[in-house]
């Protein structure tokens, strides 16, 4: 289910106050898949300015959007004052100078991961950040970790948190993609696919990550030449645990997420398929089986929802309501690591900045 198929979320703006008038810098598959959601699914907002460096694309988008207009150079969208919040989703090189235009100008803002493409230029958007809320109290950037509004991870760390499987002491994550575009390369695999185990473990720890150790099994004859694919990550925290990621992004099949987390008293995991259980003949025999999600869309089609819904709920109140800046830096930090272990292939340490 998508955001242009799904019923309506239940209105959560109060009546008689303004729309967030919203712009969206980058209308590509998920920048679309944004202005979609927040003109059908999402209460309290309305997009009011789209950008795009592909200005056919951004036609089409803003055409779906009664009163959307085009606004070519992202900056100028920023800087509009009929608009008073922002959605980047543009590639990950503009995002820097785009949140950083978004705090100048003191407007919310929520930036699809990464934040920025290196650790030190995160850190100076948290450092922005900061500057800003000394001066002001508020707050201003959250980052698209979606997977922290998706109903079964936040079940799976009030689980947690309430004790209710002892101390965690091991989490296992698997992250499978049927494919992935041409020219994505094992580097950028630790940096677009791991990256949302690396927050997850923050996220259901509540710890930072140490050091990240990454092995390369046999790779799959589906892997492009230049991809090793799969990759086995493993990340130490600063209490003393271990996760494992086994990330496969060519396996042919279906995009599957699934994560474990092993405690003193019990374990617990999410992501397994539910629903419609269905049995039917086949070559073999009997075959018996769920649907598994075609992609990532399909698979977090609701925690984008209330990712979009808290966001604009926030905005209005002023406030943020989600994972921020620093989220966004310590997640680089991990994966500037993990890619300098990928290529010395060995045990390599975390190193962040104190906050």
């Known amino acids: 289910m998508t955001a242009t198929d799904a019923p309506p979320l239940v209105p959560a703006a109060e009546p008689g106050t303004a729309d967030l008038r919203v712009a969206v810098l980058g209308v590509g598959l998920m920048g679309a898949d944004h202005v979609a959601r927040l003109h059908r699914r999402v209460s309290g907002a309305r997009v009011a300015a789209v950008s795009d460096a592909a200005t056919d694309r951004a036609d089409q988008v803003a055409a779906e959007v009664p009163g959307c207009r085009v606004v070519p150079d992202p900056l100028a969208a920023v800087a509009d004052p009929e608009i008073d919040a922002v959605v980047v989703a543009?590639?990950?090189?503009f995002h820097e100078e785009q949140v950083l235009a978004c705090i100048d100008r003191g407007i919310p803002v929520l930036c699809e991961k990464p934040l920025t493409l290196e650790a030190a230029s995160s850190l100076a958007v948290v450092r922005a950040e900061d500057a800003y809320a000394a001066r002001t109290g508020g707050r201003l950037v959250q980052v698209g970790f979606m997977r922290r509004f998706d109903p079964e991870y936040a079940q799976l760390r009030?689980?947690?948190?309430?004790?209710?499987?002892?101390?965690?002491?091991?989490?296992?994550?698997?992250?499978?993609?049927?494919?992935?575009?041409?020219?994505?390369?094992?580097?950028?695999?630790?940096?677009?696919?791991?990256?949302?185990?690396?927050?997850v473990a923050r996220f259901l720890l509540g710890e930072e990550i140490a050091a990240v150790t990454v092995l390369r099994p046999r790779s799959t004859r589906h892997a492009a030449e230049e991809l090793s694919d799969p990759l086995?990550?493993?990340?130490?925290?600063?209490?003393?645990?271990?996760?494992?990621?086994?990330?496969f992004v060519s396996t042919g099949l279906a995009y599957e997420v699934r994560t474990e987390v092993v405690g003193e008293d019990g374990s617990a995991m999410i992501g397994i398929p539910q629903g419609l259980v269905r049995q039917s003949a086949g070559p073999g025999g009997a075959v018996r089986g769920t649907t598994v999600p075609a992609g990532f869309r399909e698979r977090f089609a609701t925690a984008y929802d209330l990712?979009?819904?808290?966001?604009?709920?926030?905005?209005?109140?002023?406030?943020?309501?989600g994972p921020g800046a620093w989220d966004g830096y310590a997640a680089q930090a991990v994966c500037a690591a993990g890619v300098e272990a990928l290529l010395c292939g060995r045990r390599t340490e975390v190193r962040m900045e104190q906050r």
């Open 232 to 247: 086995l990550v493993l990340l130490e925290t600063t209490g003393g645990r271990v996760v494992d990621v086994e990330v």
């Open 158 to 199: 009030e689980l947690i948190a309430s004790g209710g499987i002892g101390e965690p002491l091991v989490v296992h994550c698997a992250h499978r993609n049927p494919a992935v575009p041409p020219g994505v390369t094992t580097e950028s695999v630790v940096n677009d696919s791991v990256v949302h185990e690396v927050d």
């Open 90 to 93: 543009s590639p990950g090189r």
């Open 307 to 321: 990712e979009l819904q808290r966001w604009v709920d926030a905005a209005r109140r002023g406030t943020v309501d």
